[in-house]
């Protein structure tokens, strides 16, 4: 016999184990039949898919040709018919073009997926660069620069689990993954919200150098095609230029613990002006906090008054 503790435990699995169904597929914001890729928000992800289309229209006439040619054998060549089998060893032009055509088709697609993969490692003339740093399991985000100057007055970002979500994952919490919502868009953010998300401008060449600070984690975010491993001890970088302001969700893809679906990555995407007003505001934060710490730590003067 189970015990009446032990189902609730179970039946709280099965209920959180559907919510992350459903929260995955929030997170790809699929539509009703969908069964493409989605175009993403950057231009490199809008290649990626142009070239996706490309290959698979590529596969598909050559479905229909492969299937077409056997089972037009099948059907019109079959024994009992009375089709008889040539006795001919070889055509040579047919040789020559199934070899040269299956390499122009190779050459058609290899050469603009070159061009492409240079180009997703190509951050030169970044605007913006950000150090982005996994830890199990929270994303540190640091401003480095932005427009050619340093950025040293903006304070780190520790983006880590949005704390319903958290409370609504541990086990006889009482509280349901479903009822998790944004209250604004009434979007169902269970496990896909932070405390505090990324802010970066849009219309601006972004760099972001990725690593780690513990074991393996994967910084991605499906819409800007950045996708790089966090590596402890290793630098990488990717880039991503949104001209769309909104909000981004991505996730690690790196089984990086027992947390490890609880480190989803936000990235909000603002109006290069109100981006700079959000500077702004976070560079006056960072300066009255400092020196409200300076004034608390600062040795007091005797009073002459007071002898």
């Known amino acids: 016999m189970i015990s009446s503790n032990c189902k609730r435990r179970i039946v709280g699995a099965g209920a959180a184990f559907g919510a992350l169904l459903v929260s995955m597929a929030a997170a790809a914001d699929p539509r009703p039949w969908q069964l493409n890729l989605d175009k993403g928000v ?16 590529v596969c598909v006439v050559l479905g229909i040709l492969v299937f077409g040619a056997m089972f037009i054998s099948i059907v019109r060549f ?4 009375g089709a008889v089998a040539a006795t001919w060893s070889h055509n040579t032009l047919l040789e020559v073009a199934w070899t040269v055509v299956p390499v122009l088709i190779l050459i058609g697609l290899a050469a603009p997926a070159t061009i492409l993969t ?20 929270l994303w540190r985000y640091d ?12 304070p780190t970002i520790y983006s880590r689990l949005a704390w319903d979500s958290n409370t609504a ?10 009822s998790v919502v944004d209250k604004q868009t009434g979007f169902h953010d269970y496990l896909l919200d932070v405390t505090h998300p990324l802010v970066i401008p849009a219309g601006v060449k972004v760099r972001f150098l990725i690593t780690a600070d513990d074991v393996i984690h994967g910084w991605w975010v499906p819409d800007f095609a950045a996708k790089r491993d966090a590596i402890p001890g290793i630098m990488n970088d990717a880039w991503a230029k949104v001209d769309k302001p909104g909000i981004y969700r991505g996730q690690c893809y790196v089984l990086c613990g027992q947390d ?11 109006p290069k002006d109100q ?3 959000w500077l702004a505001e976070q560079e006056s934060a960072a300066t009255l906090d ?6 608390q730590t600062a040795p007091r003067k005797p009073d002459p008054a007071k002898g």
């Open 143 to 154: 401003y480095v620069s932005y427009d050619g100057k340093p950025v040293t007055k903006v």
């Open 42 to 57: 950057t231009p490199i992800s809008q290649q990626i898919w142009n070239l996706h289309m490309a290959a698979l229209w």
């Open 78 to 81: 079959r024994k009992s018919k």
């Open 275 to 277: 981006f700079n007003a």
């Open 169 to 178: 994952r541990q086990l006889d919490s009482g509280v349901s993954p479903w």
């Open 118 to 137: 240079r180009d997703m490692y190509n951050a030169t003339g970044s605007q913006m660069t950000i150090k982005v740093t996994g830890y199990q399991w």
């Open 290 to 295: 400092k020196a409200a710490r300076t004034a």
């Open 260 to 270: 490890h679906s609880a480190m989803p990555i936000v990235v909000k995407v603002l």
